[in-house]
C-alpha cells in the first residue's frame, strides 16, 4: 500500500540536542511538507520541497533543518537553536505543488524534550 | 488576520444531532477547499474536497462553501461516536506556485452515546 512512513512514532530530546525526524513516501509525490502542530493552534508550516534537491522555509523554520535528497525522502532535523521543539509534528507529501488535490498525511511523530 | 479561521471548540453533541462545522478565511484567490478528520495521536486523513463553490454531499457528511461571504461548512448527519474527532478545514490557491495548503486550528468534536 502507498503512504507516508514517519519514523520514530515519539521522540524524547534532552535539551541542546539535535534530533531528525524520518518521513518516506512511496506515492511517487513530487511535494513534501513538514507540519508542527500545538494544541489550540493548528498545523503550522516549517519547510516545503516541490522537487529533489530544493526546499524553502514555511513560516516557522528557525531551529529546523531539512534536506531532500531523495523524492522519497524528506528529514527534518530540529536543532538545539528550536527554543520550544515539544510539539507533534507532521510530514505531508502531494502529487506537485500545481495540483488541486489534498495532502496525504503521515501518522506523526511526537517529539518532547526532557 | 490569520488567513483561515476556525473555532476550537470543543463541540460536544449527543448521538444522531446534526453537526455543522464552519471556516471563515480573508483570502479571495483561495479556490479549493478541503475538510480534515484527525483522530487524537493520528495525521489528518481527507473527508472532502471541494473546488470552487457549491456543495458536495458524501453519505453523511455535506461540504458547502460560499465565496462570496468566504465562508465553508461541513454538516455532519446522524453523528455518531465514531465521528469525535478533530476537524480541520484547509483550503488552498490553484494558481499558487507554492503549493500550500492553509489550515484552520481544527474544532474538537465529540459525539456520545
Known amino acids: 500500500d502507498g503512504g507516508i512512513t514517519q519514523s520514530p512514532k515519539y521522540l524524547f530530546r534532552k535539551e541542546g540536542q539535535n534530533v531528525t525526524l524520518s518521513c518516506e513516501q512511496n506515492?511517487?509525490?513530487?511535494?513534501m511538507y513538514w507540519y508542527r502542530q500545538d494544541p489550540g493552534q493548528g498545523l503550522r508550516l516549517i519547510y516545503y520541497?516541490?522537487?529533489?534537491?530544493?526546499?524553502q522555509k514555511g513560516d516557522i523554520a528557525e531551529g529546523y533543518s531539512v534536506s531532500r535528497e531523495k523524492k522519497e525522502s524528506f528529514p527534518l532535523t530540529v536543532t538545539s537553536a528550536q527554543k520550544n521543539p515539544t510539539a507533534f509534528y507532521l510530514c505531508?507529501?502531494?502529487?506537485?505543488?500545481?495540483?488541486?488535490?489534498?495532502?496525504?498525511f503521515g501518522s506523526g511523530t511526537r517529539l518532547t524534550v526532557v | 488576520q490569520k488567513e483561515v479561521e476556525q473555532d476550537p471548540g470543543p463541540l460536544s453533541v449527543p448521538e444522531g444531532a446534526i453537526v455543522s462545522l464552519n471556516c471563515t478565511y480573508s483570502?479571495?484567490?483561495?479556490?479549493?477547499f478541503m475538510w480534515y478528520r484527525q483522530y487524537s495521536r493520528k495525521g489528518p486523513e481527507l473527508l472532502m474536497y471541494?473546488?470552487?463553490?457549491g456543495n458536495k454531499e458524501d453519505g453523511r457528511f455535506t461540504a458547502q462553501v460560499d465565496k462570496s461571504s468566504k465562508y465553508i461548512s461541513l454538516f455532519i448527519r446522524d453523528s455518531q461516536p465514531s465521528d469525535s474527532a478533530t476537524y480541520l478545514c484547509?483550503?488552498?490557491?490553484?494558481?499558487?506556485?507554492?503549493?500550500?495548503?492553509?489550515f484552520g486550528r481544527g474544532t474538537q468534536l465529540t459525539v456520545w452515546p
Open positions: 505531508a507529501s502531494r502529487q506537485g505543488a500545481k495540483t488541486i488535490l489534498g495532502y496525504t
Open positions: 506515492l511517487n509525490h513530487d511535494a
Open positions: 520541497s516541490q522537487i529533489v534537491n530544493d526546499f
Open positions: 483570502n479571495s484567490a483561495f479556490q479549493y
Open positions: 471541494t473546488y470552487s463553490s
Open positions: 484547509a483550503m488552498g490557491d490553484r494558481g499558487s506556485t507554492l503549493g500550500r495548503l492553509y
